[in-house]
């Protein structure tokens, strides 16, 4: 199950190449690093902008044109246009899948619990490559513009975390720039601070909430957060927000087809309701409560759909894929075009000169109040306002205030049921895939039936149904992702209205409350059943009361001595898969000591280059304790999520397997330990804290040398 | 200079008492830990909302009373109005340095550095007392309603923590309540993350600024961070807000007297400027520089203040602190009423009916566009609305929009000189004083004059001064405490203003950077000015080249051998002032071994109970392996920011002196260790990351028992 994942490690491997670079470095260098770091930065947020812009003009120029065309052909025949509705979804969808199946099936899904395994310090193969960023981004374009139940906001964070990846080495790894320029990204450590970057600016350019993103990447996706990373994370958001901005204003004009029309907020509802009640806290406590409810169940239903997809149906090769999305696809048009069409139409509202509000919309125009199969002139279909129409409208028309009974309880509760079914069939499904604008609209929904319960009950107040399908979205979010206050401000930015804070507030922390009583969020329990081992910020409880050479199972050590026979080397590493290998040193006097960890995609630098090799058994610094360097350090870095060079890949000849090689100068000298009994919660602590990939556990020591307080730390510059 | 300080610990002291404690409970313990975190935070929460609006309802009173006495009077004589408002101001700084420096010492100044090195792990004597937080809540109704140049927002964040710190020991440490209902917190660990609650709530009440309160701890404060922790901060700053909230729609009706005029938002600036081109960049950018120039002289000259006040004045006693305070009240009243005197009226601009603002107000009547000592009946002094004016009112002034040419260049220009010089003064005497407020102060003068010349220069564009304020507001802030995520969320959210997020993010980017060049953030320089050593998250370039046994020194251990003679341990005690001591035993083949290390303060509680001496020399637990347990871990618990126990106030007689202790069961027995020769580096980033306090730098292990990665980690329920 976990092939195809490697760990990473934030541990900088201080062997002699690295302290050589070290001591050569000048003090230029640091200013380098540190501009070259924020320029890479700016480039991320540039990068992600501009595909969340093509993203978007792509979706929506399909989506207008699909739309247009539909309602100019059912103006003549409702068939006709019911098959050209679902030929366009099909062809949109089928292209989407097709992408990911035959180029990149990495990118399948919403990629969030991968990036967050990646930041926690695991490394899935084939997540960060270039073909991954092309496939997200043409197969969103195709699964979103396709109707089918799901969102671009996932797939724009994977997004946004490719670019920054690729960046950060220089383009793919096959064509990669000289690294020589791109030195400085050259450790686990810094690639991660790179991906957390992207994660950030992916959050602010999908829902344009630059805040909101860097309080996602913070809160729900890194593992470690450092306060000088905070800053160029929000660096890079501000970059996004400017990019996708100024690409909007000038969209404005028209140049961008469909797209273009909204200003900057997606869901402006600044003219929501203005003030609460406390009578009214219980309503939207009732919110939180059954957002908690659907979004647990939303978390346990695709958890079961997704193991049966992954232990069955996937199982049967590409082919099962493509005709499973292709279905969907046809079941989402057909019920999204039928049920409105099954739906009796209301009569329009009469204020309807007061809002500014067209009543019907003019035939052949999608938008609010469309007129959808109604045999009178001032009717309109309400179901057809949410079901038939782009996500992002259909959520808008949710949100509206100052349209009070638009919707029918029934209409709702038809959508409701349909479209929460969908988005748990559709997710899982070999295309890209996010849950933010699904689980929006399924709460907004039901937030906005409990608005028109309050309507009917709370008679006098002057009360939103926008404003409950709000708090509505808020809740299912939160049971089921379980982020509090990224969330709250993400939805504070994508409406404008930071007057609903404290009750946004409100709802997210009784809907995590009641979500977790029944499970994890929906990305934790994705990446379990995905086989991520991610490692949770607090240790289990029962760790108290193990010891560390406990948990390493008395399995017994496989390690190499400094100078070893090439032979023996290859030999013990094809006799186990361990990333990591002591190495024990003899002193003069024949005591054993551990020198060091070696990794094993070092070993196999080393074996590749054979430049190392030695006809002699003994050391080789013989000559006053320091070596030949005869590689740089980036010599030893394995580019981001590919499989590596592997031991079947290297042809050594009889003569070289009889050579030896000396490990000193290749080993990371002085790994963490902890003692043998140290109890299992520090260990964690330990690894979890450092994001480490291996400690020794070795025994108590015999004596000490020093103490180390914070006064011996508090060096000045 | 260290003294009255001393380091917290993250790591739980596994001893004997510890691990038998864990045994014993049961599951329903750990519901019972929960239920109770949850139940502090909420309290923390009420408490801290419940102390901000008793301040600013006192001040908001006192600031009332003193206006409308000062109005009343002056209609007949300026010269009394003038002694009347100076005397008034006296009265209410001498209280406030009364309290200060008889009770309360450790309540001057903001507190904020002395959170953030608590948080850091520095505990300095007196910060979290109750007579603390009764200091700063009255000190701040002084120095606040005594018109200083100071605001109450630093004070509040202080007393937050404190009112944490009190609830999580149960009370004050001498009347505190059975702490078997809080055996929860009787580690540093949690006790922290009570206090990190507390500085949300604090920000959260002060600012009204939930979302900003949770990122002002989380960016500025805290050193260790932990998600989990992040929700039970949002709760506690979503309690804060409902309180607030709910008090001040009581106060609405006027019962709090003159508190209570103004809604949930501080400076609601909601009708500013609707938008912005590009060529405003130019001068915003300006404004973050000189933001981060002003900010960081700020910071340099207080630096130099503070540090003459520390060495010179404030040595010569109490009446010297007492003296100077009400030196610069004096002064700030002369001022804030003379020089609006002197002051040329402006006529009244002609749209009066348009916007709604009367012109002059009414006489008796502070506000807006005062008429203070005009001759004309139609003339208002521009001044005198920010100078001679509450400094909430007048941030309001300086904000509001569609007053375009309310103020001149001069009256700006001759504010902002008198106020950045009495807010440099002013800062570091012996009051509780805050620098958000003057900031902004500062700040939103000359943003506001920036916005006067581009309203000359750029004619065309519909350009408000107001939103130019709030931009100097912002750079100023971010030039001076250097912030970034938090101060963008808290400026949004104490102006209701979501459409200059972008804008604030850029200003913010450009302050902090100009600032960077210079020096430190405000807190960090005058953290190090007080000696409180910050562990900063980055470890410094030199610490590469270092090792561990390089940093303590080569100095000889003081150790103690597992069973020891009292008259030895008090001797040891005596002859050096370390805080911890490795414990040495011996295996039954002779060789040493490292047991673990026994604290200081551990010691002192064996040897004031003195039920642990036994007559033998040898180990007590030769019948398997266990010990009598006579101590409840909870004895060993040190009251947060006390001096604790001390080796003079335990008495122990000749026959005492002969007996023997084991330390086995009270000693911590797995310290995390490192060998000798890591790299500082990493010695510093083990350190910092886990909190710890003492780390044993310890030989090169001679043999490895196992290895720990991620797959030993992952443990299922
Ligand atoms: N050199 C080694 N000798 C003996 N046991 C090892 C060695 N390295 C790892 N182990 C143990 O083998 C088990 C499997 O670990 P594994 O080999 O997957 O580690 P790794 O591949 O080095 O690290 P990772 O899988 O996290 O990248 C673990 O329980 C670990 O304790
Ligand atoms: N038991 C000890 N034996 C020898 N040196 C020590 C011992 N404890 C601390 N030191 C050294 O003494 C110096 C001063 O440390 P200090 O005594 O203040 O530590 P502490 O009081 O135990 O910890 P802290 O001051 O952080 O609370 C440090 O450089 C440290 O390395
Ligand atoms: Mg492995
Ligand atoms: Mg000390």
């Known amino acids: 199950d976990s092939s195809g994942m490697e760990s990473l490690d934030y541990e900088v491997i201080e062997n002699y190449a690295y ?22 930065a700016l480039l991320i947020g540039i990068g992600t902008g501009f595909a969340a812009i093509f993203i978007n003009i792509s979706v929506e120029n399909f989506a207008g044109w699909k739309f247009a065309l539909t309602f100019a052909i059912i103006q003549k025949s409702y068939f006709a246009g019911f098959l050209v509705y679902i030929l366009f ?18 990118a399948a899904g919403s990629g969030i619990p991968e990036i967050k395994g990646y930041l926690n310090g695991v490394d899935i193969h084939g997540i960060l490559l270039l073909r991954t960023l092309f496939g997200k981004i043409f197969g969103s374009i195709g699964s979103v513009g396709g109707g089918l139940a799901l969102g671009k906001e996932g797939p724009l964070v994977h997004t946004g975390a490719c670019i920054a990846s690729l960046l950060g080495q220089g383009g793919s790894t096959k064509y990669h ?26 959050v602010a350019a999908a829902f344009r909430a630059p805040v909101g993103g860097v309080l996602f990447a913070l809160e729900e996706v890194t593992s470690w957060w450092r306060s000088h990373l905070m800053w160029r994370v929000f660096f890079t958001s501000a970059v996004v927000a400017v990019v996708v901005r100024t690409a909007m204003g000038w969209c404005k004009s028209g140049k961008c087809g469909h797209f273009g029309a909204g200003g900057f907020i997606i869901w402006d509802i600044s003219d929501g309701q203005e003030d609460y009640s406390f009578a009214e806290l219980l309503p939207m406590a009732v919110i939180g409560v059954i957002g908690g409810l659907l979004g647990a ?21 590409m082919r099962v894929k493509i005709i499973e999305v292709c279905l969907v696809s046809v079941i989402t048009s057909a019920i999204s075009f039928g049920l409105p069409l099954l739906t009796k139409c209301s009569p329009c509202p009469e204020s309807e000169a007061s809002s500014g509000i067209e009543c019907p919309n003019p035939p052949g125009v999608y938008g609010n109040y469309v007129n959808f199969k109604c045999h009178n002139e001032k009717e309109y279909n309400d179901l057809a306002t949410i079901f038939f129409n782009t996500q992002d409208d259909a959520i808008r028309n949710l949100f509206s205030a100052k349209t009070i009974r638009e919707f029918s309880a029934q209409s709702l509760l038809t959508f409701l049921v349909m479209f929460y079914t969908l988005a748990v069939v559709t997710f899982g499904t070999a295309v890209p895939a996010g849950q933010f604008v699904p689980g929006i609209m399924i709460g907004s929904t039901y937030g906005r039936l409990v608005g028109m319960f309050v309507v009917k009950f709370y008679k006098k107040m002057n009360i939103e149904e926008g404003t409950y399908a709000l708090l509505g979205a808020a809740s299912f979010l939160g049971g089921s992702m379980r982020m509090t206050v990224s969330l709250c401000v993400i939805m504070v930015e994508i409406t404008n209205n930071l007057k609903f804070l404290p009750l946004i507030m409100l709802v997210l922390l009784i809907s995590k409350a009641v979500g977790d009583v029944f499970n994890e969020g929906l990305y934790e329990e994705q990446a379990r059943l995905r086989g991520i081992p ?5 240790p289990k409880y029962q760790m108290r009361n193990m010891m560390a050479k406990e948990a390493c199972g008395y399995r017994k050590v496989v390690s190499l001595p400094r100078v070893i026979k090439v032979g023996d080397l290859v030999s013990i590493l094809r006799s186990n898969e361990h990333n990591g290998f002591p190495v024990i040193d003899h002193t003069r006097s024949g005591e054993t000591l551990v020198s060091g960890l070696m990794l094993r995609s070092h070993l196999l630098v080393l074996l590749q280059s054979k430049i190392d090799f030695q006809h002699s ?12 360097v005869r590689h740089t350090n980036s010599e030893f870095v394995k580019p981001v999520s590919t499989k590596g060079m592997s031991l079947d890949d290297i042809h050594l000849s009889d003569d070289d397997l009889e050579m030896y090689i000396d490990l000193a100068p290749f080993l990371n000298p002085s790994p963490y330990i902890v003692p043998e009994d140290m109890s299992l919660t520090k260990v964690y602590n330990l690894f979890r804290q450092l994001g480490l990939r291996h400690v020794f556990v070795v025994p108590r020591p015999s004596h000490i040398i020093g103490l180390i307080t914070r006064k011996d730390l508090l060096i000045e510059d």
């Not at 080789?620 to 304790?625: H, Y």
Request: glycine share 4%; net charge positive.
């Open 19 to 40: 302290r050589e670079e070290q001591e050569r470095r000048e003090k230029l260098f640091v200013v380098y690093q540190v501009v070259l770091k924020w320029f890479v």
């Open 89 to 106: 979804n099909l062809a949109l969808a089928f292209s989407s899948v097709y992408i990911i199946t035959q180029f990149a099936p990495a």
């Open 177 to 202: 720039l000289s690294s020589r320029w791109l030195q400085v990204f050259n450790n686990d450590r810094d690639r991660r601070d790179l991906v957390t970057c992207g994660c950030a600016a992916g």
């Open 297 to 317: 169940l939303f978390n346990q239903l695709t958890l079961y759909i997704t193991y049966w997809r992954r232990n069955y149906l996937h199982k049967k090769g």
């Open 534 to 538: 991610l490692l949770e910020s607090r």
């Open 617 to 628: 058994p003994l050391p080789s610094d013989s000559k006053g304790g320091s070596f030949l």
